[in-house]
């Protein structure tokens, strides 16, 4: 019987992601004479490159499987792939420990060798084929929008129309105009991309008419909080 240990840092994840995918992929460069299945198991120990063995480290690791691939002789010079997601939010959340995994046949004591050989990162035979953990995820928004719309009724003669008037967003904080700001207003509205934040909505003064309320998200007075990730409208 023969095992295999692999292991990863991902401590460059920031803290602001959400993990989509996690794919652990191995290079093969000698594949068994029939197929076999190899399993991914998670390790629950630490060890090292330099002095892991059959007895120190053969046997730490999560019994059930993290996942599971077949190699046959058609997969020799490609890579196979275990689907690691679980585990790697796992470690990136704290739940576990990042030892990495063990890789081992699924029958083992086979009365007949079927070995399948992977490179790794130091055989000379690599070629650049170089284990690997594909990880996919999104970022955390850190903006919001912001949706303005101007809404006109006309009485007493009225002609006037929603690009006529004069819009603003104004942050709270520095009581300045955003970018983009000041605007046409516009009865299909105009999106505003937003960092989180209190921001004030009003407009300019338009002869014979009168502002009669912001609704919407905004308060009547106009002041709106901005979470990141949310989508307002007013």
């Given amino acids: 019987n023969k095992r295999s240990l692999i ?12 993990i989509t995918s996690a794919t652990l992929k191995l290079y093969v460069n000698g594949a068994p004479g029939s197929a076999r299945t190899y399993q991914a198991h998670r390790i629950t120990k630490s060890w090292a490159e330099s002095s892991a063995n059959w007895n120190n480290a053969s046997s730490t690791f999560d019994v059930t499987a993290t996942a599971s691939a077949v190699v046959d002789s058609p997969q020799n010079h490609t890579y196979v792939s275990w689907d690691v997601k679980s585990d790697v939010e796992a470690f990136y959340n704290g739940t576990y420990s990042n030892y990495g995994w063990l890789i081992k046949d699924q029958t083992e004591n086979n009365s007949s060798s079927k070995e399948v050989k992977f490179t790794s990162r130091d ?3 690599c070629n650049g084929n170089n284990p690997e953990l594909v990880i996919v995820y999104s970022m ?18 009225g002609t006037a129309t929603s690009s006529d008037f004069i819009l603003h967003i104004k942050s709270a904080t520095t009581t300045s105009d955003v970018a983009d700001s000041p605007f046409i207003g516009s009865s299909a509205g105009t999106d505003f991309t937003l960092a989180p934040g209190i921001y004030t909505v009003s407009e300019d003064a338009y002869a014979g008419y009168a502002q009669t309320g912001i609704t919407g998200d905004c308060a009547s007075d106009g002041t709106i909080t901005i979470i990141a990730g949310n989508t307002y409208s007013c």
């Fill in 7 to 18: 292991g990863f840092d991902i401590s460059s994840l920031t803290s602001d992601i959400t």
């Fill in 123 to 125: 055989d000379a035979a």
């Fill in 140 to 157: 955390a928004s850190t903006t919001a929008v912001l949706n303005i719309k101007k809404q006109i009724t006309n009485d007493n003669g």
